[in-house]
């Protein structure tokens, strides 16, 4: 059995303006839409990621808050375990900086219509971690599909 093998992993976190509607972002690398994040690095714990990869994609100092949903979701023959996190409430636009390399732009959305713009394993995972929030628990996910 091989015993170095580890899960790529990576933690991001839903982010609200006072309307209500969720902070979706737009990498440059990639055509779809996803949540404020990224990967974990060896030795990093998922919410140290969090406010990293926060800090570095949009310029916030940001704890993150509790965590949302954990989820399981293997991808090209690769273990992946996914976190988000909650991530608060923005109150002004422009305390974003986006990371020029990595975002070319950022939107606030509706949280029924967030699905229409993340590929389906990000919409079932961000459906999750939204319901996980109205109801104050964590959620435990394979594929993005609850398994309480």
Same mark, same amino acid.
């Given at each position: 059995?091989?015993?170095?093998?580890?899960a790529?992993s990576?933690?991001?976190a839903?982010?609200?303006?006072?309307?209500?509607?969720?902070?979706?972002?737009?990498?440059?690398?990639?055509?779809?839409?996803?949540?404020?994040?990224?990967?974990?690095?060896?030795?990093?714990?998922?919410?140290?990621?969090?406010?990293?990869?926060?800090?570095? +994609?949009?310029?916030?100092? #940001?704890?993150?808050? $509790?965590?949302?949903? @954990?989820?399981? =979701?293997?991808?090209? !023959? %690769?273990? &992946?375990?996914?976190?988000?996190?909650?991530?608060?409430?923005?109150?002004?636009?422009?305390?974003?900086?986006?990371?020029?390399?990595?975002?070319?732009?950022?939107?606030?959305?509706?949280?029924?219509?967030?699905? +229409?713009?993340?590929?389906? #394993?990000?919409?079932? $995972?961000?459906?999750? @971690?939204?319901? =996980?929030?109205?109801? !104050? %628990?964590? &959620?435990?996910?394979?594929?993005?599909?609850?398994?309480?």
């Amino acid at each position: 059995m091989d015993h170095t093998s580890r899960a790529l992993s990576a933690a991001g976190a839903l982010f609200f303006d006072e309307a209500g509607r969720l902070l979706l972002v737009e990498p440059t690398y990639k055509p779809d839409w996803e949540i404020p994040g990224g990967a974990i690095e060896r030795g990093e714990t998922p919410s140290e990621a969090c406010r990293r990869e926060i800090e570095e +994609e949009l310029g916030l100092a #940001r704890e993150p808050g $509790r965590l949302l949903v @954990a989820d399981w =979701a293997p991808r090209d !023959g %690769e273990d &992946r375990v996914l976190f988000v996190f909650e991530g608060g409430l923005i109150t002004a636009a422009d305390e974003i900086r986006l990371q020029a390399e990595e975002l070319r732009s950022y939107e606030f959305v509706p949280p029924p219509l967030a699905g +229409e713009r993340l590929i389906p #394993r990000l919409a079932r $995972r961000v459906a999750e @971690a939204l319901r =996980a929030r109205e109801s !104050g %628990e964590t &959620r435990y996910l394979e594929h993005g599909v609850s398994r309480r």
